[in-house]
């Protein structure tokens, strides 16, 4: 169920969205909380509290008073990314990353992104992995000089991003083999990383990408200029995917971007003067939008390709405008896929959700719950042991659709209230309710989920509300760091 990253250890203050959010809280919270007395009883969906037409993004969009007001405009949404990147640690800017690098940093680098596990770890078949020794070799931490000349690449296909650079999959459960603890993340085609070091193989760079820093195959990227590099999503005009995947057209003339799978908020310039009689790969061009993505030459330099995205594909020629409506249907066209840690199983997790869903409308957010849930630069409410289960609820009947609910390793997106309890949408691999009877009952679900909130049990002992540390409104706070944010 839960994503990589802890909550923060120390209890937090709380902080509100706005002047009005807990008055509204408080007085929500005075009335006896009533459950899911008037919601379906979900006979045919499995999970109580959600019917069939909740499985439907109409259905909570035509609930909202206001669906397709902006929530911040274009102007708004680059300054909110541009100060993520200035404020929030866990992201990083390529263009501030310089050509040379001290030793020391990149060896601290790869030590914090690597570090050798501290549990037992299984191997597919459910073996005991004793690989470490040969793991740690592979970091090739001695041969980094005491001066790094930083390059530079351009990912060419969706690729993995490893803890080590191993394509070995481990486990804490020998009897659970969904969750790789080398599994960190996947980039898409286009995304630009810092090249800081090989591994001993030769076969792996450590890359450092905008939001993660990580082993990835070097297979997967091609190696060009800063400037080549840096200025490949700067270019328009451009298309955005705004389906959960899309699909370049199969081409045997180009198999390099033959089939290539972009997924949600991915952005590729567009070849907008390429010649309507002109073939792209052997297949007509007003067929699809022509758009060029990266590729590798025979040395694994930096090339481009004209490639097609079919007419048909879910795609626009700009970022969708963040308005409540188009992010629970951005939400809704992920439900059903697969649940996958980090980004596994040609999938995501419950970050990664969240994250495609944001990007669509323009917006960046970090990797993981343990930097979103803290990250300095949104409005946010955070609660402590303080804070009293019918408070917590009172809060949560104040929320609003694309509001993101965090407890430790997991988030959760509010899509609406139905009869005073809130809804969430989140990709998750499975729940737990009491039954009538009082007994607790898992649901396996395993994929991107439609769930009522309150119900919702993290054990026996403890229900889901009570372990809520953080919501955080993806709008920007007043000014400045919040003042109950710690740095690392």
């Known amino acids: 169920m839960f994503d ?20 509204t809280a408080l007085l929500l919270a005075l009335h006896p909380f009533t459950g899911m007395a008037r919601t379906p009883a979900g006979d045919t969906t499995g999970v109580p509290g959600v ?80 690989g470490t020794p040969a793991l740690v070799e592979q970091l090739a931490l001695p041969r980094i000089p005491a001066e790094v000349a930083v390059r530079h690449g351009l990912v060419v296909k969706r690729a993995d991003m490893r803890t080590f650079p191993t394509d070995t999959r481990v486990f804490s459960d020998p009897d659970d083999v969904d969750i790789d603890r080398f599994q960190e993340t996947a980039l898409f085609p286009g995304t630009p990383l810092a090249l800081l070091h090989e591994s001993a193989d030769g076969e792996w760079w450590f890359a450092v990408s905008p939001r993660y820093q990580a082993w990835i195959r070097k297979s997967n990227v091609a190696v060009g200029s800063r400037a080549a590099v840096l200025g490949y999503l700067r270019r328009a005009p451009y298309l955005v995917v705004t389906g959960a995947t899309v699909r370049t057209v199969h081409t045997p003339e180009e198999p390099r971007v033959s089939d290539l799978q972009l997924d949600m908020g991915v952005r590729v310039p567009v070849l907008d003067d390429w010649p309507a009689d002109r073939p792209v790969n052997g297949q007509a061009a007003y067929l699809g939008h022509v758009v060029e993505l990266p590729v590798r030459d025979a040395e694994g330099r930096l090339a ?18 963040y308005t409540p409506a188009n992010l629970v249907e951005q939400a809704f066209k992920f439900l059903g896929e697969r649940y996958g840690w980090g980004h596994a199983y040609n999938a995501r997790d ?139």
């Open 4 to 23: 990589r990253g802890d909550p923060p250890a120390a209890a937090i203050r709380r902080r509100q969205f706005g002047p009005v959010v807990f008055a």
């Open 51 to 130: 019917a069939p037409s909740q499985l439907e993004a109409r259905f909570w969009t035509g609930r909202m008073d206001r669906p397709d007001s902006p929530v911040l405009d274009r102007d708004g949404t680059e300054a909110l990314n541009a100060r993520l990147f200035a404020e929030d640690r866990s992201m990083h800017s390529l263009e501030a990353i310089p050509d040379t690098l001290p030793g020391e940093d990149v060896r601290i680098r790869v030590s914090s992104a690597s570090p050798a596990p501290a549990r037992a770890l299984f191997t597919a078949g459910g073996r005991a992995f004793e």
């Open 304 to 321: 481009f390709a004209p490639a097609l995205v079919p007419r048909s594909a879910d795609v626009s020629t700009d970022y969708l405008p």
């Open 350 to 488: 419950c970050s990664g959700f969240v994250s495609e869903v944001y990007r669509s409308v323009g917006l960046q957010l970090p990797r993981n719950t343990s930097a979103q849930g803290v990250s300095p630069v949104y409005q946010t409410i955070r609660f402590s042991d303080a804070d009293t289960h019918e408070a917590r609820v009172g809060v949560l009947r104040t929320l609003q659709p694309g509001d993101l609910v965090y407890i430790p390793g997991h988030v959760m997106m509010v899509i609406g209230q139905q009869d005073g309890a809130p809804y969430v949408i989140h990709d998750v691999t499975g729940i737990s309710v009491r039954d009538p009877d009082d007994t607790l009952r898992r649901i396996v679900l395993n994929g991107v989920s439609v769930t009522p909130l309150l119900p919702l049990q993290s054990g026996e002992d403890a229900t889901l509300v009570d372990r809520i540390y953080s919501i955080q409104r993806i709008r920007p706070r007043d000014s400045g760091p919040a003042p109950d944010q710690d740095r690392p």
